[in-house]
């Protein structure tokens, strides 16, 4: 067995939006990756040292962050890997090969749940993969190399065999949650404060992330489920509860946000941890994403008082058509009912739509903006139509073929396809059209001032964000770009 067990995961760097944007980071989410907490937790109870870097919230190159590995002298390094920041992820693992050959480097996360064996036949710097969930997994692969057992009975992974990619059956799932260790929060550099979300997304911080469940049966057609499958495991109310306490008590952590698929699946659960919270006077808000179809005015009303602040809906658009297209098990009627309960309970409202998918047309867009102009919305987010692999729109766009070239602008803010009769351009066009109505509208700026004067964290941010994006203009014009601000995607290093 090796003495050093030094496990180093990485958070690879990515594309907010597009290169010359980098200034939008300001404002964006600088959420932590989950998975790396929950894996890191995990390894170090088997006797590993882990650390984790977090190469995008630290501002970290891909030059950076193998330098920093390969100072750290590791047994392993484990790459967290989305769609968007495979090619990234890639070079750095190049790098660190070059000086640390005998170092062993591990992937997973979403993008190897879905595109796994492409991944490690296209990127030889990759040695192992995880498939799914990682944490018995990793676990089972990290014993067999250093006992030396056969790799190929180690079920839910992928390795070369004389560089063939081979891949083993089955896919480890943790049943119980609440078996798991908490995330290792402690291994995060400056925790909590280092880590944000999105401006004006939270009232108060310091801030952390739980993942209250995993898994979601349904199918929605955009939607990558691969990595926790359709079958729903929760944590118990009592785990979760203690785990929001331990984040406020030892990191003084005022607000939580939970980033599981369907935190309003079981209301029982929901009610449960409400009541908790307020028997225990628990002094923090909290967000969450939800179905349409899955809040209810009596659960809100207790949600509310038991400190939610803002609910995410994923409303995608206001055509019945699109919606039914996307397999999305919903109705416009349901999204705009579900808006309103949310309002009236007090909770903020977050519309998550989507332009430009298959179907769409001027026709569904003008739905859309008129759906969006009769909601009692509080925020939005507009996200450019993106085939993810493990999405099963994305075999219905491409077939078998295995598409490649956009990964590194897979990430909803670029539109890699457009569907039959509209233009990119004409999307685009739309797309500035509908947030710039959304955000202009008289009540929305009121009400983002007062938040702004009773929170002023948000208005340092939107200093930044300002400062940053006047910098750019001006070394575009400097170097005679006119101002546009768009550069050339670069992000490989050979
Ligand atoms: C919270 C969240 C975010 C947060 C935090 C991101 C982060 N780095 O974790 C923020 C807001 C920053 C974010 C951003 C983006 N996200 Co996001 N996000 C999520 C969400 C809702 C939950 C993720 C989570 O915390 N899960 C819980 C933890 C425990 O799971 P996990 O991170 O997947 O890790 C487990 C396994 O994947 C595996 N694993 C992961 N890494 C590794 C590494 C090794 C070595 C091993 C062995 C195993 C392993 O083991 C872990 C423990 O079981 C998921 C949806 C979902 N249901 O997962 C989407 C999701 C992951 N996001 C997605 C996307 C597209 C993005 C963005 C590109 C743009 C966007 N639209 O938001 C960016 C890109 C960010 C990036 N770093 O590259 C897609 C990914 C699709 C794809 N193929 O790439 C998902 C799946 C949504 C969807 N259903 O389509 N996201
Ligand atoms: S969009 Fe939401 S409901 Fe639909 S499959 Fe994805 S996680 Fe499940």
Redesign the pocket.
Known sequence: MSANKNIIFI?PP?ERIAPGYEFVKHIT?K?P????L??AAEVRNHGYQPSIIES?IFNMSILDVANKVIRGNPVYV???L????VWGAASIAREIKKKLPGVII??????I??MGPETLARFPEFDFA?N????KT?IDLLSAIETGSKISEVPGILYRDKSLVQQTAGKAINRNLDELPFPAWDLLENFPNAYKPAIYDFPRGPVA?I?ASRGCPFHCKF???S??GARVRHYSPAKVFEMMKHLHDTYGVRHIMF?D?LFLASKIRVTELCNMILEDGLKMTWTCTARVDTVKPGVLDLMQKAGCWEISFGLETGSNDLLKKMDKAAEVEKSEQAINWTSSAGIRTKGLFMLGFPGEDEGTIDQTKDFIKRIPMTIMNL?KFTP????PIYRDIYGTNIRDDHWEK???MNFVWAPEGITVEELDRHYQEILTAFYKRPGIGFYYLKLTLRYPNHFLRLLRFGLGFLAAKARSFLSGRGGLLVQPYETHLD
């Open positions: 958070n990515y989410n959420s990756s989950l998975g790396l929950h894996l995008d484990g790459i967290t989305f769609t968007v920041g591990i992937v997973g996360g979403p993008h749940s879905s995880v799914g969930e990682g944490e990793l992330t993942a939607c990558d489920t990595t926790f980033v698929d996200t993810y692999p493990g999405s897979m990430n909803g």
